[in-house]
């Protein structure tokens, strides 16, 4: 049944189906094949009763507050700022994709806004000064990736609800990891420039006064930034009231920028609309197939097989990372989340696992499989924005950033406290 219902998912996604329609489909079909109830009558309520919820309101504010970052400037001057500050490193600029991905992902939550809005920006900076295309292009696939990881994240939302775990101890788990990864990324580019330096371009070197001049331009997304967390860990604000301070702060440096018109909020609340309609359809109906998997028992099934197998911790959490790497190769990131999570996640905290160390775990492997082709949906994003050149370019590109994610699974393995501090200090 298992294998049925996995190959019937990848022959929907191979029939081009969009990812939400795919997965209300199959539900369908395993109703109606092994049903013994007509299950999808009642998915409406389920349609209803998952995205009504007060936290799921945080999505599209988040989403928006990417939006207004990207359309009023906000990330053209930290990038500027940020290429100033790093552009002399081996690896010029490409240092400043990672770096402007991590400090935007700090503002946005979405790594596909992280991906867009820093390549949107960056691109031109290949020819401006000699870089390797695809290197440089798997640095904004890669650096988006940060965007699921170092809070406010969209994906440890999702990731809260359907494990009932705290929402703002998941983003104090978040940060370390988050600004650790970034760190490699960075020790990765410099390495392959030392080793290749044609893929290296031209180094940029700006004088002090234009470094500090420039400064200002990071100052608005750190602002927002300590307005959307310090308002959490405040105490003032729950994650939801905290994303629609960070939507009014944007709104209120687009307007010191003189970039506040009707236009620009038109175009913002499309975006958004597009985005979170999209989110919600893949929730709603994932939801749905979780609920099918349930009634026909698959889901009792697929958990009896797993004890029956009598693996040690670390070899469940072994193969719990080679099926999310696999399956991230064929399977949208959102979509497989909440298809999955509710499943694996209860096995892995019966083993011992904390479900906030999990959590990050989980985003890290989700982070991978953004990178991972042929379904990687950086990837495809990125390209997007350069509209031109072989797609095998960013396929490449990022090939030695999934060797470095490989390389903080391992390190959030050996030491769980790079997840864990943090929030133990916040309990305590």
């Keep these: 049944m298992l294998l049925t219902a996995l190959f019937l998912l990848l ?14 489909v199959l539900g369908v079909i395993l109703d109606r094949t092994y049903g013994f109830l007509p299950l999808y009558q009642i998915a409406g309520e389920i349609a209803w009763t998952n995205s009504s919820g007060f936290l799921l309101m945080a999505i599209p504010l988040f989403v928006l507050l990417g939006e207004i970052m990207l359309r009023s400037g906000i990330a053209d001057a930290m990038y500027d700022a940020l290429a100033k500050w790093l552009g002399w490193l081996p690896g010029g600029v490409m240092h400043a994709n990672v770096g402007a991905s991590a400090l935007f992902a700090a503002t946005s939550g979405s790594s596909v806004a992280t991906a867009a809005t820093i390549g949107t920006v960056a691109l031109p900076q290949i020819e401006r000064h000699g870089y390797g295309p695809r290197l440089f292009l798997g640095t904004l696939a890669a650096g988006g990736t940060l965007g699921i990881l170092i809070p406010p994240s969209v994906n440890m939302i999702i990731y809260g609800i359907l494990t009932n775990s705290s929402v703002p101890q998941l983003y104090l788990a978040g940060i370390i990891p988050g600004l650790v990864l970034a760190v490699l990324f960075m020790i990765a580019i ?48 729950t994650p939801t009231e905290a994303a629609a301070l960070g939507v009014m702060g944007a ?30 359809m893949i929730i709603i109906a994932a939801y749905f197939l979780n609920s ?10 697929l958990n009896e097989f797993v004890t029956d197998l009598g693996l040690s911790p670390i070899q469940m959490l072994l193969a719990v990372v080679v099926f999310y790497i696999v399956l991230g190769c064929f399977m949208e990131t959102l979509s497989m989340m909440i298809t999955t999570i509710p499943i694996v996640a209860p096995l892995m905290f019966s083993l011992g696992f904390d479900p906030i160390w999990y959590g990050v775990l989980m985003m890290i492997l989700i982070e991978t499989a953004l990178i991972t082709p042929p379904i990687g949906l950086n990837l495809y994003v990125v390209q997007g924005v350069r509209g031109q050149g072989p797609m095998q370019d960013v396929m490449m590109g990022a090939l030695p950033f999934v060797a470095v994610m490989a390389a903080m699974i391992v390190l959030l393995a050996v030491f769980p406290d790079l997840a864990t501090w943090l929030p133990n200090l916040l309990v305590d």
């Design 11 to 24: 022959l929907l996604i191979a029939l081009s189906l969009p990812i939400a329609a795919a997965i209300g």
């Design 190 to 237: 410099v390495a392959i420039s030392l080793l290749n330096p044609a893929v290296a371009g031209r180094r940029v070197n700006y004088a002090w006064a234009e470094r500090l001049s420039g400064t200002l331009g990071i100052v608005p997304p750190i602002a927002i930034f300590v307005l959307v967390i310090g308002s959490i860990y405040g105490g003032i604000a």
């Design 251 to 280: 709104l209120t440096i687009a307007a010191s920028r003189k970039r506040l018109n009707w236009r620009m909020l038109t175009e913002a609340v499309e975006g958004t609309v597009v985005t979170t309609a999209m989110i919600m």
């Design 292 to 301: 099918i998997l349930a009634g026909i028992g698959l889901t009792n099934r």
